[in-house]
């Protein structure tokens, strides 16, 4: 039992996911902090929880259903619950397969702050970065948001750059006190309104985007969100650490705590919800005085089921032990594939 | 003389090179990179690589190695009696991790073996940071809460302390290590007598440097 259903947390926009017949995702819930790292096996429901709030990003721009437009008939059914001032409101999603949910309905259907909840829903984003789609040109009227795939990263920095320049200034900082073998981030004109992405090297060579490392892009992206000036209220992404060196994920962990936890950064802004997911024991490692912040996800067969890491009794003698990402992969913490 | 670091972060190695330089009375020459460990235990369980690769294949002097204590038992005088060795506490331990593994090494590059320096932070090296600026912080203090089974602060209290928040990030630590270390001046007396888990890795390392020396 998930005994942190109950728990407030100030930060979160989305206390709670229930799933029924969701993919996986059988018969489970799962409570929401600010920041929620989900470890799992593959194919255990980490991205079918983010897909679900996209998908209730999607239907919250669309007309609500009634009470008869959700199935009746054993199909997929997402139960979304808030925190306050939004906690009387239940967002119920009906689905007609694992791939169409197309109904959304709220309880109380009246529900007065609705509306103020659907903004802060609508601005629910999800990354998968890759980093040959961030080494491209992109349109620089096109930088409003980073893309899913952080396919826009240079025009998203060519307008960071003109419209808050304190925030890019504190992005490149940031940037190059990581990497002190670099000296600029640089914007160059490509033909056809599009603009390049660039490193400066200290010794005065430039780096086009395309010559970086998967591990810069990829940082390169994860800071565009950290040090974005209107940061969606619900972020989700996948696997930050990929492609970075086990010594600097403590920078990408910091650059997502920048969102989550703002005023622990000196910023004066509404947290982010962060839900996102590693496979990396070292990157989990990070979380080991956090553990409120972990989500393991359980697969047994083909159901999957979620609990989190600070329910478990035993954990600080675990600690005692050994590293918190040795013990994930050792099974003790469970969240391992099943092997035959 | 040539240290060599063993850590559990880049802001605790940067804080640590200020300390050796105040016990020195002179910044040695640092061996770098900085050798980084997972916490405990993997800094107990990569030890003996790390001054086998030390002793082998550099002309490293010293290896300081700082851990944080957590909940485990703090290392007393009393531990220190000859051929007594708690195997709860992490001093002992690491001492012993030396110990076995550089008796067993023949000289290299024109030393016997690499000289051991050994410290454990009670409970985490934030304590160390607020060494002569809150009295209530010692390791005195966390022994007397041990023993009454209520301990006078957390380690997130002590980062709060340090920090102004539990979720520091790595350049705030760094630059509040720094600033921390400073504060020292160069004088590291008040540590060491409020930190014996500090004395006795200072102790070492002048140990260290007399061995050199002569």
Not at chain 1, 265 to 291: C, E, K, N, W
């Amino acid at each position: 039992m998930d005994n942190t259903l109950n728990r407030t947390h100030v930060g979160a926009v989305i206390a709670s996911i229930a799933f029924q017949n969701f993919k996986a995702l059988r018969n489970t819930r799962v409570a929401l902090t600010p920041f929620n790292l989900v470890i799992g096996p593959n194919g255990s429901g980490k991205t079918s929880l983010m897909e679900a709030m996209l998908r209730l990003r999607t239907l919250s721009k669309l007309p609500l259903s009634d009470a008869t437009g959700i199935q009746k008939s054993g199909g997929p059914e997402i139960e979304f619950r808030f925190t306050a001032p939004h906690d009387a409101i239940v967002a119920r999603m009906g689905c007609v397969s694992d791939v169409q949910c197309d109904t959304l309905r709220i309880e109380p259907a009246t529900a007065p702050s609705w509306p103020a909840l659907r903004t802060d829903i609508g601005t629910i984003r999800s990354y998968v970065l890759d980093h040959r789609a961030m080494a491209e040109a992109a349109k620089r009227s096109a930088g409003a948001d980073l893309q899913g795939d952080g396919g826009n990263l240079a025009a998203v920095l060519f307008q960071l750059r003109a419209n808050a320049p304190a925030a890019f200034a504190g992005l490149t900082a940031e940037l190059l006190r990581i990497l002190p073998e670099f000296r600029a981030i640089e914007l160059t004109e490509a033909g056809d309104e599009h603009v390049a992405l660039a490193l400066r090297l200290v010794e005065n060579g430039l780096v086009p985007a395309e010559g970086l490392s998967q591990g810069i892009l990829y940082l390169l992206g994860v800071l565009a969100l950290a040090f974005d000036p209107e940061p969606p209220r619900v972020l989700c992404i996948e696997e930050p650490d990929r492609g970075i060196h086990p010594r600097m994920l403590r920078e990408i962990r910091d650059a997502l705590y920048r969102l989550s936890y703002p005023e622990a950064f000196g910023a004066q802004r509404r947290p982010v919800q962060i839900v996102t997911s590693t496979h990396s024991p070292y990157f989990i490692d990070l979380f080991r005085d956090h553990p409120d912040e972990v989500v393991i996800s359980q697969k047994k067969g083909r159901a999957a089921e979620f609990g989190r890491l600070s329910d478990r009794a035993d954990l600080a003698e675990l600690l005692r032990e050994g590293s918190l990402g040795d013990m994930w992969f050792s099974g003790i913490l469970g969240g391992v594939p099943e092997e035959r | 003389m040539k240290v060599a670091l063993l850590s559990e972060s880049p802001a605790d190695e940067t804080a640590l090179r200020g300390l050796v330089a105040a016990v020195l009375k002179q910044p040695p020459k640092f061996v770098g990179p900085g050798y980084r460990a997972r916490g405990w235990p993997n800094v107990a369980q990569l030890l003996p690589a790390v001054l086998r690769h030390l002793h082998f294949n550099t002309d490293t002097d010293v290896l300081v190695t700082v851990v944080d204590s957590d909940d485990s038992v703090v290392h007393t005088a009393a531990h220190d009696a000859p051929g007594y060795f708690h195997p709860h506490c992490r001093m002992c331990q690491l001492r012993a991790v030396y110990r076995q593994t550089t008796k067993r090494l023949p000289p290299a590059h024109g030393r016997a073996r690499v000289i051991r320096a050994v410290g454990v932070a009670v409970p985490a090296i934030e304590a160390w940071y607020l060494g002569g600026r809150d009295a209530t912080v010692s390791e005195a203090a966390w022994i007397a809460g041990q023993e009454a089974g209520a301990q006078p602060y957390s380690r997130a209290e002590l980062k709060w302390r340090v920090y102004g928040t539990d979720r520091p990030s790595l350049a705030h630590e760094t630059e509040c290590a720094l600033r921390e270390i400073a504060r020292l001046n160069g004088d590291v007396r008040r540590l060491e007598f409020d930190f014996p888990g500090f004395a006795a890795v200072a102790a070492d390392l002048r140990a260290g440097l007399r061995l050199n020396n002569s």
